[in-house]
Structure formats: structure tokens, C-alpha cells
């Protein structure tokens, strides 16, 4: 088990900057990949970026050169970096840690991130 706590999110002009933390209750990047997703209204919940366990990282296309995903071990938290935001990025942002091979997801509660144009 892990329990995770996000924090960060808010409401920013487009082209603005946000930086999301997600604190976990114990290491956990080091045996299970870190990630990102979020959800709009109307929509489903889509995948942002993640890190694996590896260390290699992987990012939507929609986000790709706007968006950082970091992890700081001796903190427990992973961090999301957004860059040159846009309306569309509007979300709730949740922070995900799974398991593998299991593929045993834990959630945190989400964030708000609001962009206006």
C-alpha cells in the first residue's frame, strides 16, 4: 500500500506555469512507476507522463516539451512541471504509482488546474 497527496493545483493564465507535487507515504518510485493523468469533464481519464522504475520517461503527445515529470527520492515526491499552458490543459490532475507486473494502481485525490484564456 501507498498513499499518495497531491498539491499545486490552481488557476493560471494561458502561457503560465505550474509546478504539481505528489507526496508518498513511503519510497515507492524505486519499485513502482511514477505518473501523471488527468481528467476533464466530459472525458475520460488520459495518462500525462510517467517514469519508470528504470528511469526512462514517457510523455502524451499533447504535453511533450510543456510538461517535466521528476522524481526526488530523498523527499518521496514526484513533480510535475507545466510549462506554456493552455485552456485545453484544464483538468483535475491525480498522481499514480502501479505496481508491476500486477499492474496495481494507487491514486491520489486529485488537483484542480484551471487555465483561462
Known amino acids: 500500500q501507498v498513499q499518495l497527496v497531491e498539491s499545486g493545483g490552481g488557476l493560471v493564465q494561458a502561457g503560465g506555469s505550474l509546478r504539481l507535487s505528489c507526496v508518498t507515504s513511503?519510497?515507492?518510485?524505486?519499485?513502482?512507476?511514477m505518473g501523471w493523468y488527468r481528467q476533464a469533464p466530459g472525458k475520460q481519464r488520459e495518462l500525462v507522463a510517467v517514469?519508470?522504475?528504470?528511469?526512462?520517461?514517457y510523455y502524451a503527445d499533447s504535453v511533450t516539451g510543456r510538461f517535466t515529470i521528476s522524481i526526488d527520492n530523498a523527499k518521496n515526491t514526484i513533480y510535475l512541471q507545466m510549462n506554456s499552458l493552455k485552456p485545453e490543459d484544464t483538468a483535475v490532475y491525480y498522481c499514480?504509482?502501479?505496481?508491476?507486473?500486477?499492474?496495481?494502481?494507487?491514486w491520489g485525490q486529485g488537483t484542480q488546474v484551471t487555465v483561462s484564456s
Open positions: 517514469e519508470t522504475t528504470g528511469g526512462s520517461t
Open positions: 499514480n504509482a502501479r505496481s508491476e507486473p500486477l499492474k496495481i494502481d494507487f
Open positions: 513511503r519510497s515507492a518510485s524505486s519499485v513502482m512507476n
